[in-house]
């Protein structure tokens, strides 16, 4: 069932979608809005489930976030957009981009990973504990369902095999920070296997859109008008 997903709108031109990562919202965007808005029609969605998009009673994964942004494209009769995915929001980006190419003009990924192993260890084992000690509790209280399902999210997706991106062909950017909670060897991976794409890696952790917005802003608006 479709559900009617939350965004605000800033400026005028070509459409440039952004996508939040795990746990956020569309206001994970607030340094981008201005300066991106000033040369496109920039899209901030809230993915179902967080924000003020409703979570509805499809499966909460990565696959049906991307089918969300389907239904929001074409109901508002954008055929061909830029996309830009930060964290959660890069990996349904990608799965989107595999699945519907022929939408996606330029493709920017950000702090993207294509299986959960792909996180640091550091990162990764305080979600899968507190996934695991959840497991039970969330049959009888709401509010661990909804912390367990976004655990669930980052433990148990994305699975998407290296050899299934060199069927990308539009533009791609492939950002993450110095000191991102990405390994690095996977990002660089990710970049290797995207024909023809631009890595860079910036100072900064994995939150470098809202924390180092200075570096950030200039090289995505410099790849989006190349």
């Keep these: 069932m479709k559900i009617q997903l939350n965004y605000t709108v800033a400026g005028q031109g ?6 939040h990562g795990n746990g956020e919202d569309h206001t994970y965007f607030k340094r981008q809005m201005e300066p991106f808005g000033a040369r496109y029609q920039v899209l901030a969605l809230d993915t179902r489930g967080h924000g003020q998009s409703p979570r509805g009673t499809a499966p909460f994964t990565l696959e049906q976030f991307a089918q969300d942004l389907k239904g929001f494209l074409d109901s508002r009769e954008i055929g061909r957009c ?9 990996n349904i980006a990608l799965l989107f981009a595999l699945q519907y190419p022929e939408y996606v003009d330029k493709l920017i990924l950000n702090g993207a990973d294509l ?4 996180v640091k260890l550091s990162t990764q084992i305080p979600i899968v504990l507190g996934w695991g000690l959840l497991q039970g509790i969330r049959r009888f209280d709401k509010k661990a369902q ?19 991106l060199s069927a990308l062909t539009m533009p791609t950017l492939v950002v993450a920070g110095e000191r991102d909670m990405i390994r690095e060897k996977h990002t660089r991976l990710i970049a290797r296997s995207i024909p023809g794409s631009t890595l860079a890696i910036l100072p900064g952790d994995h939150f470098v859109a809202r924390r180092n917005w200075q570096a950030f802003n200039p090289i995505v608006l410099k790849f989006l008008e190349e």
């Design 82 to 90: 830029h996309l830009l995915g930060f964290s959660d929001g890069a």
């Design 14 to 19: 070509f459409p440039l979608v952004l996508l």
């Design 146 to 164: 909804r912390k367990w399902e976004l655990l669930d999210l980052m433990t148990t997706q994305p699975h998407i095999r290296t050899e299934r």
């Design 115 to 118: 299986f959960p192993s792909g």
